[in-house]
């Protein structure tokens, strides 16, 4: 999980919910090729391990763009 809200500083660290535990950890973020942080958007996990991500808002923008990450191998993909 990553993100923040308009007008707020958003928080570059990423952390990873353990579902058996119920803690959270840090972890690291993607070196490239993730999408920026933002609000107001969408969050579904689809299967095991694939969370689809789709628009949300920036400082100054909306985005409408779908991001697939698979949470089993840490990498991002844009998707549309």
């Known amino acids: 999980m990553q993100g923040g ?7 570059p660290n990423w952390y990873c919910l353990d579902t058996e535990t119920r803690e ?7 070196k490239e090729g993730s999408p920026v942080p ?3 958007h969408t969050a579904n996990l689809v299967g095991e391990s694939r969370i689809y991500i789709l628009g949300g808002r920036g400082h100054r ?3 409408n763009e779908l991001w697939v990450f698979d949470a089993s191998t840490y990498p991002f993909k844009f998707a549309l």
């Open 5 to 11: 809200a308009q007008d707020v500083p958003t928080d």
């Open 24 to 30: 959270w950890r840090a972890v690291e973020p993607p």
């Open 38 to 40: 933002r609000s107001g």
């Open 61 to 63: 923008d909306e985005y």
